[in-house]
């Protein structure tokens, strides 16, 4: 079995449905001779050829409105955005017809595709590179928006994310691209969308997170069992639609809920899950929801990156808080 | 200094507003009676359904509804080019061509009555619902063009865009991309002078909207709008070539919107004086019916005849449109995924609960 990065996983699971389904094709700015910009689809075009492996043109609306236009007829697209900073020219695709297709034709139309971005902060990236604007699209009816926290999880969401009959928006958390590996067999298993995983089981407190931030959250899982707190972590992983239930019966065991994001806090994910937790788990509780996020700002350029990132430390500090309520 | 490129954008007109030939170079389409007659009840009967939704609107039996009133040889003359294997991908004043292609009347109204089953159509199953963003639906077009291409089939795409949306940024992304990847599809801008309020002197320097296919390595002509005659020859052709591995055409069709925008709109707010006068002595459905006369083929009872028929068309699509109930409250959630999500089917639940009170 081969360790790999999550980039690595990611090209593992495009390769075997490739493989596998001969609807299935790539698309995007640099996808082709170059592999894509951070490799995802590297040496596919070599292997599936430049019909199926397919340099666009530069213009993010163009990808995802043709890509509509082959999903209508059954291909399976799965498209790049270079970086989720630059989707919003497709914005206009993406919410007015490709979220809406199968609703306003009455299933007659279905777009079975998948638009890929890297997004997140930490890699000293140029403005406009760094955001996590997984709420703005989380918000719309008849999407569905996944994030993989590490290779394994890349590869079968990945795959579920392509044979799923709807539109995905699969985002990929660039800092954790290269920084672990997993051995991840090339099987053709997927992982389930719409499904939320207990990635480490505890009594205490439930921190929950997604993407990138779960490696804090783990890490400062690590740290709270020396201090004798016992964590439960839950990877998101489809943040819509949201397996509240997951979430809800894990509250319910804790009675505690810390979530970590890197998302500004206003108006994000973390409020919906603890909005949702207040609704429907607020007598489980022994403490206040804590949430930590990145600030109410804009994403700051790389060299205040540091100060806007969610910390271990800051993770640590909000469930110890959290644990002095009895 | 050495010239690089240059263009022509060349006008087609066959028969003129007077319903007389400009050439004795007409097409094969031009001696063709029976062809020339189904199209002349297609354009009378578009009409028509205009009007009535038109009326139906005002006495509120209907939405906002975008007559295409004095276009009806483009859409008409385009949509009878396209084959029951093409596929169609229309713009928002497109229900001439829909129908065309296979579209009930009656879908047509079901849509602009605010209910989505109108875009569910039974005889035209590949084919868009209309793009009510601007522009968006030239990308859609290219897309399902690339899905033809790569599958070897012999079948091309058509789409239908206003002189205003081409100033949109997705329409010059689709042309592009059409021209890249030499896809069979045809881009019909239908030139009706009017973006809502605004006239093209605001909406491009460029002498036509045909020669924005140039900067993109496409063939643009223009033709007469009004001439069903040059549409139809146009897209025939244009068709054809995408069909055949040719690639894409945009063809400008330079018509007059002799109606509002919508029944939102009042045109009188903008339109200048005497330009619906004139209009109305270019217009292409007389055009067509001179033509007809001219070469014997039509008569005054053929007229009332067809007129009759028509409104009686119309008029059962209409009663089948008022006889249609709402859709059940269900209908919110049913279609939003293949399945819907767990924590969504307590809302549908709700929706089913209240909407059972009413």
């Not at chain 2, 483009?74 to 093409?86: A, C, E, Q, W």
């Not at chain 2, 789409?159 to 059409?178: K, L, M, R």
């Not at chain 2, 919508?262 to 001179?290: H, N």
């Amino acid at each position: 079995m081969p360790a790999v990065t999550l980039i690595e996983a990611v090209n593992m699971a495009l390769a075997h449905e490739m493989e596998q389904d001969k609807d299935v094709v790539a698309l995007g700015e640099d996808v082709g001779v170059n592999g894509g910009v951070f490799r995802a689809t590297d040496g596919l075009q070599e292997r599936f050829g430049a019909d199926r492996v397919i340099d666009t043109p530069l213009a993010e609306s163009m990808i995802a409105g043709v890509s509509i236009g082959m999903a209508s007829q059954g291909m399976k697209p799965v498209a790049e955005i270079q970086f989720m900073g630059f989707i919003f020219p497709a914005a206009d695709q993406i919410i007015c017809h490709m979220a809406r297709m199968r609703h306003r034709t009455r299933g007659r139309l279905t777009l079975p595709m998948v638009m890929r971005a890297p997004f997140g902060g930490g890699i000293h990236a140029p403005e406009h590179h760094s955001e996590s604007t997984e709420a703005l699209f989380a918000h719309i009816p008849g999407l569905k928006v996944v994030i993989p926290s590490n290779p394994s999880r890349a590869y079968g969401l990945m795959l579920a994310a392509i044979r799923d009959p709807d539109p995905v928006i699969f985002l990929e958390p660039k800092r954790v691209y290269r920084i672990v590996k997993h051995e991840v067999e090339d099987n053709g298993e997927e992982y389930p969308l719409g499904c939320s995983f207990v990635d480490r089981e505890g009594t205490d407190i439930t921190l929950i997170s997604w993407g990138a931030m779960l490696h804090e959250t783990n890490q400062a899982a690590d740290q709270l069992a020396k201090e004798g707190i016992s964590a439960e972590v839950i990877d998101v992983a489809t943040v819509s639609p949201l397996d509240i239930d997951t979430i809800l019966e894990s509250v319910a065991k804790t009675g505690r809920a810390l979530i970590v994001q890197e998302a500004p806090k206003a108006g994000s994910l973390g409020s919906e899950i603890a909005a949702e937790i207040a609704e429907k788990g607020v007598f489980n509780l022994l403490a206040p929801i804590g949430r930590v996020s990145g600030y109410d700002t804009v994403m700051p350029y790389y060299r205040l990156e540091k100060q806007y990132m969610p910390t271990v430390d800051r993770v640590l500090e909000e469930a110890r808080r959290i644990m002095e309520y009895k | 200094m050495t010239t690089v490129a240059t263009f022509d954008i060349n006008f087609t007109q066959f028969i003129d507003e007077n319903g007389k030939p400009v050439t004795d170079d007409l097409p094969a389409i031009a001696k063709d009676v029976d062809l020339l007659k189904s199209l002349y009840h297609d354009m009378v009967q578009i009409r028509q359904l205009d009007t009535k939704a038109y009326a139906l609107q005002r006495t509120g039996k209907m939405g906002t509804y975008p007559a295409a009133t004095g276009q009806e040889a483009v859409g008409v003359g385009y949509g009878s080019s396209l084959t029951k294997d093409d596929v169609l991908v229309p713009y928002y004043r497109g229900q001439a061509a829909m129908i065309q292609h296979g579209v009930t009347m009656e879908e047509v109204l079901l849509y602009w009555g605010g209910d989505e089953r109108g875009s569910d159509y039974q005889n035209a199953k590949e084919d868009f619902p209309i793009a009510v963003p601007i522009a968006t639906q030239c990308l859609h077009a290219a897309g399902v063009a690339k899905a033809m291409k790569l599958r070897g089939e012999k079948r091309a795409v058509a789409t239908e865009i206003g002189e205003g949306g081409t100033s949109e940024g997705d329409f010059y992304e689709a042309v592009n991309v059409a021209g890249i990847w030499n896809l069979g599809v045809v881009f019909i801008i239908n030139n009706n002078q009017w973006a809502i309020s605004v006239p093209s002197e605001i909406q491009t320097a460029c002498e036509t909207y045909a020669q924005k296919a140039i900067a993109a390595g496409v063939e643009g002509i223009q033709v007469d709008g009004n001439d069903i005659v040059a549409v139809k020859a146009a897209m025939d052709k244009a068709m054809d070539k995408a069909r055949n591995g040719g690639g894409p055409t945009v063809i400008e069709c330079v018509t007059l919107r002799l109606c509002d925008h919508t029944t939102a709109d009042d045109a009188r707010r903008y339109r200048p004086e005497g330009e619906l006068d004139d209009g109305w002595t270019k217009e292409p459905i007389i055009r067509l019916r001179k033509y007809l006369e001219s070469l014997g083929a039509w008569s005054e009872e053929d007229e009332a005849a067809l007129q009759e028929k028509v409104a009686a068309n119309v008029q059962q699509a209409v009663d089948n449109y008022l006889n249609t109930p709402a859709d059940k409250p269900e209908a919110m959630f049913d279609y939003l995924y293949a399945e819907l999500p767990e924590r969504t089917l307590a809302q549908r639940e709700e929706a089913i609960r209240r909407g059972a009170k009413k």
